[in-house]
Nanobody, 117 residues
Framework: QMQLVESGGGLVQPGGSLNLSCAAS????????MGWYRQAPGKQREMVAIDYTGGSLTYADSVKGRFTISRDDAKNMVYLQMNSLKPEDTAVYYC???????????WGQGTQVVVSS
């Protein structure tokens, strides 16, 4: 079983930046996608960004140009750099690791991001 631990959330003013980190307890290889999802109060969880390995990335339209996902397989880490934050980015952000070929899907416990003045 893989454990994921997110960090880096907090309170930030509109226009500010945050960098989220997610540490995996086991080795991450190019057989796993790593991604970030978020869930705002009263809304369903939605995809924010996914790194499928090999340079294949996808972003939600709402964050394109503002957020950047990156991963470091040697350190078993995935990051989400969030710039130009907006109040509508307020949510709990979850790290996700998914095996590309097997039925294995893991979630972190979430980290809260609040964008408010």
């Amino acid at each position: 079983q893989m454990q994921l631990v997110e960090s880096g959330g907090g309170l930030v003013q509109p226009g500010g930046s945050l960098n989220l980190s997610c540490a995996a307890s086991k080795s991450i290889s190019n057989r796993y996608s790593m991604g970030w999802y978020r869930q705002a109060p009263g809304k369903q969880r939605e995809m924010v960004a996914i790194d499928y390995t090999g340079g294949s990335l996808t972003y939600a339209d709402s964050v394109k140009g503002r957020f950047t996902i990156s991963r470091d397989d040697a350190k078993n880490m995935v990051y989400l750099q969030m710039n130009s934050l907006k109040p509508e980015d307020t949510a709990v952000y979850y790290c996700n690791v998914r095996h590309l070929y097997l039925d294995a899907n893991f979630w972190g416990q979430g980290t809260q991001v609040v964008v408010s003045s």
